[in-house]
């Protein structure tokens, strides 16, 4: 199985950046953490996909994990703002997360989110996030967080990895990027709402991939290999696939699926956080009819619950299904 731990930071800061990442205490900041350094899913595409950076220089990343640190210490106004908004989606929390960032951070600034490109009264799409750096430099980001499964046989295609659901699809989620939401920003209707361009558009893609123990597979070639990666299993499969893999087991919502998790003890015990066995995991989901994530903890030296992999329980069936979404 290939590594599932945390992924990498990606500049020349990276052992020192990872390092800090690793000394954040509160979740909500692990998470705007992982959300600025881990790993992009794809390379770029060009010529119009191209990669969003956070940082423009080492300074700037610099200055970004002092901010974290103090941000870690005093996390109130964080912790009200994503309260106050009451998320229950993934991709919006991060939305959430990265622009309190580019608010309020030390690097790239914040100069409109979500604003819809409209024609005729009819909505065309709506941009992430207008940016501008410190070195001036206009940019159009378009952000995804997605976790996405391979259900191929080696074929080594993007369209191999879809969505736990089936309602989603890796190659079509790059190609509506590419074709309709990276464009927008340079579309003459755009030019009327007044912010000023021209807009270089970049996407800014994180996420996991999900693998089947096991099973070969060849990552297609729009894949950074540096990808955060995790296993799936069926239920059927579960109990041998548990059995090698010692620790306890917990059921992730899914606001906890951006950075590797780690609680302390008594915060767990205080929050309701369960830790079970393989089979106690497993009795919980007998009723779900979906895809399941749920990630393996061992205590550390100083007693905290450290996520070691994380993964999905699918249905029995789901395997044939999500083999015949990825050839549609």
Not at 55 to 73: H, I, M, P
Not at 144 to 165: I, M, S, T
Not at 179 to 201: K, N, Y
Request: include cysteine; aromatic fraction near 10%; glycine fraction near 8%.
């Amino acid at each position: 199985m290939a590594s599932t731990g945390p992924a990498s930071f990606v500049t020349a800061a990276t052992a020192s950046a990872l390092a800090q990442g690793d000394a954040l205490h509160t979740p909500v900041v692990r998470d705007l953490a992982w959300l600025l350094f881990s790993p992009d899913l794809l390379r770029a595409q060009p010529p119009v996909g191209v990669l969003a950076h956070a940082f423009e220089t080492v300074a700037e990343e610099a200055a970004a994990l002092d901010w974290l640190r103090a941000l870690d210490a005093d996390p109130g106004d964080l912790l009200a703002h994503i309260g106050a908004s009451r998320i229950t989606r993934l991709g919006r929390y991060a939305e959430y997360l990265l622009g309190w960032f580019l608010q309020h951070g030390p690097a790239a600034r914040l100069i409109a989110a979500n604003v819809p490109l409209r024609r005729g009264g009819v909505t065309l799409g709506e941009c992430d996030f207008l940016v501008e750096s410190r070195a001036g430099q206009r940019l159009h980001w378009e952000l995804a967080v997605k976790c996405y499964l391979h259900a191929g046989a080696g074929r080594g295609l993007l369209a191999d990895y879809v969505g736990p659901n089936l309602q989603d699809r890796f190659d079509l989620k790059l190609a509506h990027l590419l074709d309709h939401q990276l464009p927008l920003s340079a579309r003459e209707e755009f030019a009327t709402l007044g912010h000023i361009g021209p807009w270089q558009p970049q996407m800014f893609i994180k996420g996991w991939l999900f693998y089947r123990r096991g099973e070969p597979s060849q990552d297609p070639e729009q894949l950074d290999p540096a990808h955060g990666r995790g296993w799936w299993a069926t239920r059927s499969e579960w109990p041998a696939f548990a059995a090698a893999h010692a620790g306890s087991w917990r059921l992730l919502p899914r606001l906890e699926w951006l950075a590797p998790r780690r609680h302390e003890q008594s915060a767990a015990a205080e929050q309701g956080i369960e830790f079970l066995d393989a089979n106690a995991l497993l009795a919980r989901i007998a009723q779900q009819n979906s895809p399941t994530m749920v990630a393996a903890f061992a205590t550390d030296d100083a007693g905290r619950w450290i996520e070691r992999s994380r993964g999905f329980i699918v249905p029995d069936d789901w395997p044939d299904k999500a083999y015949a979404f990825a050839r549609e």
